[in-house]
């Protein structure tokens, strides 16, 4: 099978820097970033009518969206991130006093900040289920099935972590947690366009981010909520659409929003499909595996074993040179930008330290072999 070249000239990133952390933020790709910048002048130049147009226009990109994860449309609602959904999940569920919001170790970390305010104001407890980064799927579901109880409220599991790049068997949590009677929200940050029908798990709430993997403008992710909970799900902030008793509609429209962004996300959809994207999300999973062999092999460490690894990302240890805490790794990552003009991100997972490294359709094989070059000498 032929390789697909890589693409480069479809974004408008700094060709002398290596761009291995797509995870985190992605890459809006150039049409994309065209009809963005349409769309905002349009609204400027005469923002009555823009803000008349935009219910409509919100509709569709919406539906889009919908049919892009396969996903009932009438149970799946705009948000500005993942974080905005789960919060969103928990407002919507009853937690009584003495109850339980259980979590896994591989949280994301303001989704863990979330469960513990909702417990807090509710004057429940937030529970950890330690998860082996090696742990198969009948692991994973014994693990949380014995962290479950009468009092628990809530199980929030990732889809694919982001601090530890693993995929989570959702559909069997998911059915555990219904024949518990026990509500479950996935946060599915990663999960669009690394997985197939992602939001078709079962799961009573699951939200995930377009603006990684898909490359969307940031500030576009979707909320799917199942129909028992659909009446009871209300955005964050109260305005007009507070009114309409629909699900979609009612996130549709917060005030005086920058809605550009959600109306131009399908562009980037259609750019992956010219892509051949599940051919090359393959093909991408390829090279992410050579390439961490590279830089891991170069720093003298491995890449991390992990039971059912995401398609587009890898972790490598990094022997972590000083003290290990939040500011010493954003002060790394800030001197690897600066001095090797390479963007990556850290993790950290068990007292260890990993480089989780991501590639999309921009990467090659020569953007790992540089970076595995260059970092050994910055250690």
């Known amino acids: ?12 990133l700094d060709p002398d820097v290596l761009h291995l952390n797509h995870g985190s933020f992605g890459a809006v790709p150039r049409r994309t970033q065209e009809l963005l910048a349409m769309l905002r002048a349009e609204t400027e130049a005469n ?70 305010r909702f417990a807090s104001a509710n004057q429940a407890e937030v529970v950890v289920v330690d998860v082996p980064l090696e742990a198969d799927d009948d692991s994973v579901v014994a693990t949380v099935e014995a962290a479950l109880d009468d009092r628990t409220a809530a199980f929030i599991v990732d889809q694919i972590s982001s601090a530890t ?42 939200t995930g ?52 962004a959600w109306i131009a996300a399908p562009e980037s959809l259609r750019v992956l499909e010219e892509l051949n994207w599940p051919r090359r999300r393959t093909e991408l999973s390829g090279l992410i595996d050579e390439g961490a062999k590279l830089v891991a092999k170069a720093l003298g460490t491995s890449v991390a074993e992990v039971a059912r690894p995401a398609a587009t990302m890898r ?39 990993f480089i989780r490294l991501s590639a999309h359709a921009y990467n090659s094989l020569q953007d790992y072999q540089r970076l595995a070059e260059w970092l050994p000498a910055l250690l």
């Open 1 to 12: 099978m032929t390789v697909l070249s890589p693409r480069p000239d479809l974004w408008t």
């Open 165 to 206: 790049a693993m995929v989570f068997p959702i559909r069997r949590l998911a059915d555990l947690c219904r024949s518990h009677g026990i509500p479950s929200i996935v946060d599915g940050a990663h999960a669009p366009a690394l997985l197939d029908a992602p939001a078709e798990e079962g799961a009573d709430f699951w």
């Open 315 to 353: 972790l490598v240890e990094l022997p972590f040179p000083g003290e290990r805490s939040p500011d010493a790794g954003e002060a790394f990552k800030e001197k690897v930008s600066l001095e090797l003009k390479a963007e990556i991100t850290l993790t950290g997972f068990d007292d260890r330290v």
């Open 209 to 260: 981010n377009f603006h990684k993997w898909p490359s969307a403008p940031r500030g576009t992710a979707g909320l799917v909520v199942a129909e028992k909970w659909r009446a009871a799900t209300l955005p964050l902030i109260v305005s007009w659409s507070e009114y309409d008793e629909r699900l979609p509609e009612r996130f549709d429209q917060q005030g005086t929003a920058d809605y550009a």
């Open 47 to 116: 923002p009555m009518r823009w803000f008349r147009s935009v219910a409509e226009r919100v509709t569709a990109s919406r539906l889009e969206l919908a049919a892009f994860l396969q996903t009932d449309p009438e149970g799946f609602a705009l948000v500005p991130n993942a974080s905005a959904g789960v919060s969103a999940s928990l407002a919507a569920i009853p937690i009584p006093a003495g109850s339980r919001i259980v979590i896994t170790n591989h949280a994301y970390g303001a989704v863990r900040y979330a469960a513990e």
